[in-house]
Structures are given as structure tokens and as C-alpha cells.
């Protein structure tokens, strides 16, 4: 059996982005978590918010350094895999890389340092500044990568001279067709990852009886929060669908499964098998003329299908068609989460209902996989394109032994298998070990110069606490 180089390389690429995203899904929530603890705690000095933000500030510190090593390997593997893509599309995508770097990469390195170690070296004013910056620059991180992944799904802005890409106009390039769209659903998908990842531990401290005040105040918040991004996000989403039946027609086609050239009364397909070689659908079940209105918001609206398009265009069906679902159907068991929460807390019971509890803590690392689920959509649904309908994948692959390839693919995953195990145990010890108590915090407090009515309030804490462990023995 020969091996496909092609083939090879886009395995090798998809392996290493795939275990990149899940490190800053995480961190852009968190951060973000972390400078609203952070700054709730200025504003009143309750405590548990400066517990919330030095308990998970170690957490996302390591998630950070993870995603930094990861991501570092994708740029090579574009000049390795991929020499003849920076040849041609440098001009624009480079830029967008070089922004990245230097306005986002700058600020989270730049004021990293103070936000994990200078909590008692500055004071609290420039501490909370420098945790905002970390945290804007992860959104900037985002912006600029999300831009230049667009500008490869629906390109504008350019000129091609002489088989290359020219800019135009920088400002279509950045803001092209499905950027807005992209760049929101996913710092969205990012705050609800962090959040039920904060929600999911929360809830583990519950049901362990474990540091009860703090999973109280967490959980509550998260809650919350999951009550006001997760509907939104899936208005978003509609949104975003609208647009990808503009542009990337195809696609659509995949993630619903329709396979007429064009149809009317599309049915919303809750199963169904894909079948590529027969260009239709085994084993379908559906809802009649739903997939028409949440496409085109009317019943009997038509929607182009993927018989419009030649065979060699279009992607991998089924690998489509199963990752939008399991992505949505995350999203939905979020929203009732969210509803499940709301129920049980005006019956005061948000926090001693097990089942609730279990499902929650379940829940954890749900929003890591969405994310991965989505990004599947949109990268296995572009394909074969690169640049979509302009330059194709098969086209700007490295010419590269395929046994090279396939060993340094290989490698790939036996280190970053090795790496994910050594993140997971270093996160499992720090909520094993769980946040800082309340005497360590209060010398914290005091070495930050805390006012004293806060170091009083914490005192009491801290006194109650120990009076409880007295009654308890």
C-alpha cells in the first residue's frame, strides 16, 4: 500500500491544531473568569472572589504554558508540510500572524508574570491591570488568528499576480465576509468552555463536601453565566449558519446532510448515515421543513444541496454531518443545564441536588470537546479548498518523503499523548489539593496590603472555620 504524502500532512496538521485548541478554549474563558474575580474582589473585598482567582489562576497558568508549546509547532509545520500555501498566500497571511504575535503575544508575556507572582510585589490597582491586559490579549490572540482562518474560508481583499495573493485592502482581508461571525461564536465557545470547566469542579467540591463556600460562590456564578452565553450562543450560531449558506454552500450541505442539488422543505435530521457512495442518506430521520426554517427562516425555503457541487469538491460527509451534531447537541444539554440551574434555584436547592450536581461535574470537559467538534466542521467542511474555491489542498503540499512524514506523525502523537497526561495529572493534583484557606489567605491579604476591614472580614472567616473543625473533632 502506497502511502499519500497529501494525506499524511493533513493528518499530521489536524492531530497538532486539534491538540492546540484545547489549551487556549480554556484559557481565553478563564482569563476572563479570573479578571472579573478579580475585579468583584476590589470592589467589595468579599474573600471567596480573591480565593476563586488564586485557586485557578495555577490552573490556567499551566493551560497557558501548554497552549504556548503547541502552538509554536503549527507555524513550522506550515514551512514543512505546507511550503507552497506560505508561497502563495504570505503576502496576507503573514501580517496577520506577525499582528498576532505582537500585539497579543507581547501583552500576555509581557504582564504574565505580574498576574501569576506579583500579587504581593505591586499593588492590587497594577496587579488587576495586569490580569485585565493578559486577559484582552488573549482576546486579541484570537482576533488575529480567527481573521487570517476566515480570510482562508471566505477570502476578500485581494489580487492574484502571477499565482500569488496581493492585498487590496487590509480592512476586507481582516473583516472578510464570516470573521465577525467566527471571532464571536468562538470567544463565546471559550467563555462557556471555562465556565462549565470552573462549574464542573465546583460541583465535584460539592458532592465531595470539599471546600463548600468557594464551589457555592463558583458554581453560582458559572450558572449564571451559562444562563445568559449559552442561549446567545446559539442565536450566534444561527447567525453564523446563515452566512456559511452564503459563502461555503457546500458545507452546509455536509453539516445538514442534504444531498439534492436543490431542495425545498428541507427536514431537520436528527440521525442519519451519510453515504458517500450512493450520494444520499441511510437509515434518516428527521423533522419535516424544520431545516428549511432555521436555514432560510421559512418553511419551505430551498437550500442548494451537495449534489450541486462535483464529487472531488466536496468534503468528508459523514466526519461533518456527526461533528455539527455533536456540537449542537453539547450546546443544547448546556442550555438545559443553564434552565436545570435556574429551576433549582429559586427552590433553593441549586445546591444540594445530586443528580444536578453529577451532571454538572460530567459536564467538565464538554465544552473542550464542542469546541473540537466545531472546528472539525469548519476545517473537514472547507476541504478540498484551502483557500476556498481558489487553491486547493492537494496543491500545496510539500513534496516530502511519506515515510518522513508518517514518522514524524507518529512521533506527534506519542509526545503530545505523553504531554495531555502530564497536564491532566498536574491539574488533577491542584483540585485534589484545592484553593488557598482562609489563614493562608489572610497573609496573603496582608502582605497585599488589604484594607482592614477586609482582613477583617476574613479573620471572621477564618475564626468560623476553625471553630468548625474544633466542633467537628
Same mark, same amino acid.
Given at each position: 500500500?502506497?502511502?499519500?504524502?497529501?494525506?499524511?500532512?493533513?493528518?499530521?496538521?489536524? #492531530?497538532?491544531?486539534?491538540?492546540?485548541?484545547?489549551?487556549?478554549?480554556?484559557?481565553?474563558?478563564?482569563?476572563?473568569?479570573?479578571?472579573?474575580?478579580?475585579?468583584?474582589?476590589?470592589?467589595?473585598?468579599?474573600?471567596?472572589?480573591?480565593? !476563586?482567582?488564586?485557586?485557578?489562576?495555577?490552573?490556567?497558568?499551566?493551560?497557558?504554558?501548554?497552549?504556548?508549546?503547541?502552538?509554536?509547532?503549527?507555524?513550522?509545520?506550515?514551512?514543512?508540510?505546507?511550503?507552497? #500555501?506560505?508561497?502563495?498566500?504570505?503576502?496576507?497571511?503573514?501580517?496577520?500572524?506577525?499582528?498576532?504575535? =505582537?500585539?497579543?503575544?507581547?501583552?500576555?508575556?509581557?504582564?504574565?508574570?505580574?498576574?501569576? #507572582?506579583?500579587?504581593?510585589?505591586?499593588?492590587?490597582?497594577?496587579?488587576?491591570?495586569?490580569?485585565?491586559?493578559?486577559?484582552?490579549?488573549?482576546?486579541?490572540?484570537?482576533?488575529?488568528?480567527?481573521?487570517?482562518?476566515?480570510?482562508?474560508?471566505?477570502?476578500?481583499?485581494?489580487?492574484?499576480?502571477?499565482?500569488?495573493?496581493?492585498?487590496?485592502?487590509?480592512?476586507?482581508?481582516?473583516?472578510?465576509?464570516?470573521?465577525?461571525?467566527?471571532?464571536?461564536?468562538?470567544?463565546? &465557545?471559550?467563555?462557556?468552555?471555562?465556565?462549565?470547566?470552573?462549574?464542573? @469542579?465546583?460541583?465535584?467540591?460539592?458532592?465531595?463536601?470539599?471546600?463548600?463556600? =468557594?464551589?457555592?460562590?463558583?458554581?453560582?456564578?458559572?450558572?449564571?453565566?451559562?444562563?445568559? !452565553?449559552?442561549?446567545?450562543?446559539?442565536? @450566534?450560531?444561527?447567525?453564523?449558519?446563515?452566512?456559511?449558506?452564503?459563502?461555503?454552500?457546500?458545507?452546509?450541505?455536509?453539516?445538514?446532510?442534504?444531498?439534492?442539488?436543490?431542495?425545498?422543505?428541507?427536514?431537520?435530521?436528527?440521525?442519519?448515515?451519510?453515504?458517500?457512495?450512493?450520494?444520499?442518506?441511510?437509515?434518516?430521520?428527521?423533522?419535516?421543513?424544520?431545516?428549511?426554517?432555521?436555514?432560510?427562516?421559512?418553511?419551505?425555503?430551498?437550500?442548494?444541496?451537495?449534489?450541486?457541487?462535483?464529487?472531488?469538491?466536496?468534503?468528508?460527509?459523514?466526519?461533518?454531518?456527526?461533528?455539527?451534531?455533536?456540537?449542537?447537541?453539547?450546546?443544547?444539554?448546556?442550555?438545559?443545564?443553564?434552565?436545570?440551574?435556574?429551576?433549582?434555584?429559586?427552590?433553593?436547592? !441549586?445546591?444540594?441536588?445530586?443528580? #444536578?450536581?453529577?451532571?454538572?461535574?460530567?459536564?467538565?470537559?464538554?465544552?473542550?470537546?464542542? @469546541?473540537?467538534?466545531?472546528?472539525?466542521?469548519?476545517?473537514?467542511?472547507?476541504?478540498?479548498?484551502?483557500?476556498?474555491?481558489? @487553491?486547493?489542498?492537494?496543491?500545496?503540499?510539500?513534496? =516530502?518523503?511519506?515515510?518522513?512524514?508518517?514518522?514524524?506523525?507518529?512521533?506527534?502523537?506519542?509526545?503530545?499523548?505523553?504531554?495531555?497526561?502530564?497536564?491532566?495529572?498536574?491539574?488533577?493534583?491542584?483540585?485534589?489539593?484545592?484553593?488557598?484557606?482562609?489563614?493562608?489567605?489572610?497573609?496573603?491579604?496582608?502582605?497585599?496590603? &488589604?484594607?482592614?476591614? &477586609?482582613?477583617?472580614?476574613?479573620?471572621?472567616?477564618?475564626?468560623?472555620?476553625?471553630?468548625?473543625?474544633?466542633?467537628?473533632?
Amino acid at each position: 500500500m502506497e502511502l499519500d504524502v497529501a494525506l499524511l500532512s493533513r493528518l499530521q496538521f489536524a #492531530f497538532t491544531v486539534s491538540f492546540h485548541i484545547i489549551f487556549p478554549s480554556i484559557t481565553i474563558g478563564l482569563a476572563t473568569l479570573i479578571a472579573i474575580w478579580e475585579g468583584l474582589w476590589l470592589k467589595t473585598h468579599n474573600p471567596y472572589y480573591l480565593q !476563586l482567582a488564586k485557586f485557578w489562576i495555577k490552573p490556567f497558568a499551566i493551560t497557558f504554558g501548554m497552549g504556548v508549546v503547541s502552538g509554536i509547532v503549527l507555524s513550522y509545520e506550515f514551512g514543512t508540510n505546507f511550503s507552497k #500555501f506560505s508561497e502563495i498566500t504570505g503576502a496576507v497571511l503573514g501580517p496577520l500572524m506577525a499582528y498576532e504575535v =505582537l500585539t497579543a503575544f507581547f501583552m500576555e508575556a509581557g504582564f504574565l508574570g505580574v498576574m501569576l #507572582f506579583g500579587w504581593q510585589r505591586v499593588g492590587r490597582k497594577l496587579h488587576f491591570f495586569s490580569t485585565v491586559v493578559v486577559m484582552v490579549g488573549t482576546w486579541f490572540s484570537a482576533f488575529w488568528i480567527i481573521a487570517a482562518n476566515s480570510w482562508m474560508q471566505t477570502p476578500a481583499g485581494y489580487k492574484i499576480i502571477e499565482g500569488r495573493f496581493e492585498v487590496e485592502s487590509w480592512m476586507a482581508v481582516i473583516f472578510n465576509p464570516s470573521m465577525p461571525y467566527r471571532l464571536t461564536h468562538m470567544v463565546m &465557545a471559550s467563555l462557556i468552555t471555562a465556565t462549565f470547566v470552573v462549574a464542573g @469542579v465546583s460541583a465535584y467540591y460539592l458532592l465531595k463536601k470539599k471546600n463548600i463556600p =468557594l464551589a457555592k460562590k463558583g458554581l453560582s456564578m458559572c450558572m449564571w453565566f451559562a444562563l445568559v !452565553l449559552t442561549p446567545l450562543q446559539a442565536w @450566534v450560531g444561527d447567525l453564523h449558519g446563515l452566512t456559511v449558506k452564503e459563502y461555503q454552500p457546500t458545507k452546509l450541505a455536509a453539516m445538514e446532510g442534504i444531498w439534492p442539488a436543490e431542495e425545498e422543505n428541507v427536514p431537520l435530521l436528527l440521525f442519519a448515515l451519510p453515504n458517500m457512495e450512493t450520494e444520499s442518506n441511510d437509515y434518516e430521520v428527521g423533522i419535516p421543513g424544520l431545516g428549511s426554517l432555521i436555514l432560510t427562516h421559512s418553511w419551505d425555503g430551498a437550500v442548494e444541496g451537495l449534489k450541486a457541487a462535483p464529487p472531488e469538491d466536496r468534503p468528508n460527509v459523514p466526519l461533518v454531518f456527526w461533528s455539527f451534531r455533536v456540537m449542537v447537541g453539547i450546546g443544547v444539554g448546556m442550555i438545559g443545564i443553564a434552565l436545570w440551574a435556574l429551576l433549582l434555584r429559586r427552590k433553593d436547592r !441549586l445546591f444540594e441536588n445530586k443528580p #444536578f450536581l453529577a451532571l454538572v461535574a460530567l459536564f467538565t470537559p464538554t465544552g473542550v470537546i464542542a @469546541v473540537l467538534a466545531g472546528w472539525y466542521v469548519v476545517e473537514v467542511g472547507r476541504q478540498p479548498w484551502i483557500v476556498y474555491n481558489l @487553491v486547493r489542498t492537494a496543491d500545496i503540499v510539500s513534496p =516530502l518523503p511519506a515515510e518522513r512524514v508518517l514518522f514524524t506523525f507518529i512521533m506527534f502523537v506519542i509526545i503530545y499523548t505523553l504531554l495531555l497526561g502530564v497536564y491532566l495529572y498536574f491539574m488533577r493534583k491542584l483540585i485534589k489539593k484545592g484553593p488557598p484557606g482562609m489563614d493562608e489567605l489572610e497573609r496573603q491579604m496582608i502582605g497585599m496590603n &488589604a484594607p482592614g476591614y &477586609a482582613l477583617a472580614w476574613v479573620k471572621n472567616l477564618n475564626s468560623d472555620q476553625s471553630g468548625h473543625q474544633q466542633g467537628d473533632k
